[in-house]
């Protein structure tokens, strides 16, 4: 267990999964590892990222690999061109293969990706920032959200639960989210102008975080976000937390601030049956 999920082996392929998720029998999804791909250091193996320098070919084959985990073709794959922003987008069967084997028709600007439409595999790409998984198991909805710094304070997670009330008629105490691995507090050095826009975001301005050197700080992004979505009417049981940092678990997980930029990206997958 890694936290809130669990991780699965399948031959030298190793991703996570919620639980929570799994019970309802209602979606394949994932988070991957870095285990268990054919790319080389210092992408090594599972980088499914194509936009980092790699051999796209290693990429898509990684991709392959992972779809084929989860009984889903490559060819259904999602993918938004993350930014870093607060936009929201709802996907269906016609957009089925953008982004799947090139960055260059990925969505243009979207962090976050919804559908009420099985067999659309929504993908979001990480290496440090907080993975957010949502499913709502009564309108059977899915979403995932990016939420870096920048996006978690736009509220891209609260964001994504508002399109999903409002578009697709989904009740916030319904949703189940999930909150993937990411960098943890032991890691996450932030300076002050990060920590002011994290404290206008949140109700009562308390930022769970620890003074560190004068003018950083040591944050912790993913309770930020799950007090987010505290706020924005999640119950507090439906919310898997990973509590497991990248930079900490190298070996397992991509970090972008660990190994400098230079490396790979894990993905988070979410399809409806």
């Not at 992972?66 to 709802?90: F, W």
């Not at 891209?156 to 960098?183: F, N, S, W, Y």
């Not at 898997?240 to 400098?260: E, H, I, P, V, W």
Request: with cysteine; glycine share 12%; proline share 5%.
């Amino acid at each position: 267990m890694l936290g809130g999920f669990k991780l699965y082996r399948c031959g030298d392929l190793a991703y996570l999964f919620v639980p929570s998720f799994a019970t309802t029998g209602l979606v394949a999804h994932a988070f991957t590892t870095r285990l268990g791909g054919v790319s080389l250091s210092p992408y090594s193996s599972l980088n499914l990222g194509l936009h980092v320098g790699d051999d796209p070919q290693k990429v898509i084959a990684n991709r392959q690999l992972i779809c084929e985990a989860l009984g889903v073709d490559i060819s259904r794959l999602v993918a938004g061109q993350q930014v870093h922003g607060d936009k929201v987008v709802t996907v269906g069967a016609a957009h089925a293969g953008r982004g799947a084997t090139s960055e260059g028709d990925a969505l243009p600007g979207v962090d976050a990706l919804v559908t009420g439409e099985p067999y659309v595999l929504l993908s979001s790409y990480y290496a440090d920032c907080v993975p957010l998984l949502f499913l709502d198991p009564v309108r059977r909805v899915i979403a995932l959200a990016h939420a870096g710094w920048k996006g978690t304070v736009q509220n891209i997670g609260i964001k994504t639960l508002h399109h999903m009330i409002e578009k697709h008629g989904c009740k916030a105490e319904d949703i189940l989210v999930a909150v993937g691995p990411a960098i943890g507090p032991c890691c996450y050095e932030v300076d002050a102008p990060v920590m002011k826009a994290v404290e206008m975001c949140l109700p009562g301005g308390s930022v769970p975080a620890c003074s560190g050197k004068p003018g950083r700080w040591w944050l912790d992004l993913p309770v930020v976000n799950y007090r987010l979505l505290l706020g924005a009417g999640v119950r507090a049981e439906n919310i898997s937390m990973a509590a497991c940092c990248t930079a900490c678990r190298d070996g397992l997980f991509y970090s972008y601030r660990k190994q400098n930029g230079s490396t790979g990206r894990m993905a988070s997958l979410i399809m409806l049956k």
